[in-house]
């Protein structure tokens, strides 16, 4: 089946300093792609939707120049936490949506611990 | 706006037996998909099913199925046989039968299941 790949999995980055997520469909073009925060033992909360060749499109409350989200091809997405602060910590998932069967597919995710 | 309603946070099942998970929601449109999808402890999001809100037969794939009922905006996911690895987060999703960024799942807040050998 198709197959989205998150990187990294696991990152530590100290306070203030800003780290990047790349979201890649390896075998299928995703035009479209989405970003998700989880925080323990609660739901996914979308942050965004990313669409190729353009600007992203942000969720209410979620700040624009804080988590900088680009999709400038078909295959990948990467966000960017700028200035990380230790409440940036969490669980971030991005989801790709293939449209020929009209299936969204889901990364493995990535741990950020902001310390 | 969409929302999906899970109002049960935990249930548990004997290993062998069979849940129900329960799920609302609410829209106003005619079209659109239903989804559970399984979160185990490696965070990983797997499909377990999915609804087209067309179709009246109810969707199952092997041990799952589900219960949907579009009058009462109800879709309920049974699990038969409960195995341990079932263990897991649930969410239920809904998503507009549109392209783009219309295409966003909602998610409902989850509920956690526990198997008891």
């Known amino acids: 089946g198709a197959v989205v790949s998150q990187h990294p999995s696991r990152v530590i980055c100290k306070s203030g300093t800003s780290v990047k997520i790349e979201c890649r469909s390896l075998d299928f073009q995703a035009t479209t792609m989405f970003w998700y925060r989880q925080f323990p033992k609660q739901s996914l909360m979308l942050m965004a939707t990313s669409n190729e060749g353009s600007k992203a499109t942000y969720e209410q409350g979620v700040e624009k120049d804080k988590f900088l989200i680009n999709h400038a091809s078909l295959t990948l997405s990467t966000l960017t936490v700028t200035s990380a602060h230790p409440e940036d910590s969490s669980f971030y998932i991005c989801s790709a949506q293939d449209r020929g069967p009209n299936t969204i597919y889901f990364g493995e995710g990535s741990w950020l611990t902001v310390v | 706006a969409q929302t999906v309603t899970q109002s049960q946070p935990e249930m548990s099942v004997q290993e062998a037996e069979t849940v129900t998970l329960s799920c609302t929601y609410d829209?106003?449109?005619?079209?659109?998909?239903l989804f559970w999808y399984k979160q185990p402890p490696s965070r990983q999001m797997i499909l377990v099913i999915r609804?087209?809100?067309?179709?009246?037969q109810n969707a199952t794939e092997n041990r799952f199925s589900v219960n949907f009922q579009k009058a009462a905006k109800s879709f309920s996911l049974k699990i038969s046989d409960s195995q341990l690895g079932d263990a897991a987060m649930y969410f239920c999703?809904?998503?507009?039968?549109?392209?783009?960024?219309?295409?966003?799942?909602?998610f409902g807040k989850g509920i956690t299941l526990s198997v008891r050998p």
């Open positions: 999703a809904y998503r507009r039968d549109r392209g783009g960024a219309n295409s966003k799942l909602t």
């Open positions: 609804q087209e809100a067309y179709k009246q």
């Open positions: 829209t106003s449109e005619s079209d659109y998909y």
